[in-house]
């Protein structure tokens, strides 16, 4: 975890403390569009790795077949 203080300038070399814009650019959170799909391609990476013979390699190439039957709650 990185701790946000006071830094120094890197003209005058003193001490200045950091303005309201310059701590949110440090402290923003990232574009969760991004990381959705950066965590799911590192998925897709790790599970193209693991090869045929694994349920979870399945699951990432096949495609569904058939029809899934209904749930008693949806018969309703």
Not at 4 to 24: C, Q
Not at 25 to 50: C, F, G, Q
């Amino acid at each position: 975890m990185r701790t946000f203080g006071p830094k120094t300038d890197e003209v005058t070399k003193e001490w200045r403390r950091l303005h309201n814009e310059e701590i949110h650019d440090l402290y923003s959170s990232p574009n969760i569009v991004w990381v959705i799909k950066s965590t799911k391609m590192r998925w897709e990476e790790h599970v193209a790795r693991m090869g045929d013979r694994r349920d979870a390699y399945g699951v990432l190439v096949r495609r569904p077949e058939g029809k899934r039957p209904l749930e008693e709650t949806m018969r309703r």
